[in-house]
């Protein structure tokens, strides 16, 4: 079962406007949420993480909302910029029923492209 | 920043072999990592949390087994894919607790090698 869904797996923006991606989740023992930005080949790298008792934190250009009671984060980057095209994943951590406290579950990932 | 390697980056063997790929923390000590597996469009699995100087923990479904792990270090952990069959191919990433918390979250942040690729044929 998917417990973190990431349902579009790719999007695409045009340089400056806003990038949006959405994450879903169905266990709501999970107590952070982070965001990890992957290319090709290379590890994720971490970018930006809430804790399940707020429901905004932001970065520089990286804001992500956590709407508890729809179970739906999602991560905004304004203004959108070329080197921001790469995987967007979505993780959770918290006592899921498997694994230790600190093992992540993971969306599928969106692929987000920005177009010049 | 904390950096974490993984060697090799791919490798190719052949199936009843065994494969061991190594997790380096750089620059700081990590008392726990994980492993993780990622087949082609999917995401991340979960395999295993290794802890320093304990047994791993693994996750429902991961074969002990079949994936050794070893913590021996606070620098290293190895995972050992023992006698490999073609469908244990996939992109392993580990990754390590970071040595701090997250200035905007408060969570331990967890930084990822580069992952490694496995083909067994």
């Known amino acids: 079962d998917q417990q973190v869904k990431q349902n579009s797996p790719s999007l695409s923006v045009q340089e400056g406007r806003i990038s949006i991606l959405n994450c879903d989740y169905t266990?709501?023992?999970?107590?952070?949420f982070l965001w990890y930005k992957k290319y090709p080949a290379e590890g994720p790298t971490f970018l930006i993480s809430i804790s399940s008792i707020k429901d905004k934190n932001e970065d520089g250009r990286f804001t992500v909302f956590l709407n508890k009671s729809a179970k739906h984060l999602s991560l905004h980057i304004v203004p959108s910029q070329p080197g921001d095209s790469a995987v967007y994943f979505c993780a959770a951590r918290g006592t899921a029923k498997r694994g230790g406290a600190d093992g992540l579950t993971f969306g599928k990932g969106t692929h987000l492209i920005i177009q010049p | 920043g904390a950096v974490v390697s993984q060697h090799p980056s791919r490798v190719i063997c052949k199936s009843g072999t065994s494969v061991k790929i190594e997790c380096r923390s750089l620059?700081?000590?990590?008392?726990?990592m994980f492993w993780y597996r990622q087949f082609p469009k999917q995401s991340l699995m979960l395999m295993a949390t290794s802890n320093e100087g304990s047994k791993a923990t693994y996750e429902q479904g991961v074969e002990k087994d079949k994936f050794l792990i070893n913590h021996a270090s606070l620098t290293l952990s190895t995972l050992t894919v023992t006698s490999a069959h073609p469908e244990d191919s996939s992109f392993y990433i580990c990754?390590?607790?970071?040595?701090?918390?997250?200035?905007?979250?408060?969570?331990?942040?967890?930084?990822f090698g580069p992952g490694t690729r496995l083909t067994v044929t």
């Open positions: 620059d700081f000590q990590a008392t726990t």
């Open positions: 266990n709501s023992m999970f107590d952070y």
């Open positions: 990754s390590a607790r970071g040595p701090g918390r997250s200035r905007t979250s408060g969570a331990y942040e967890q930084y």
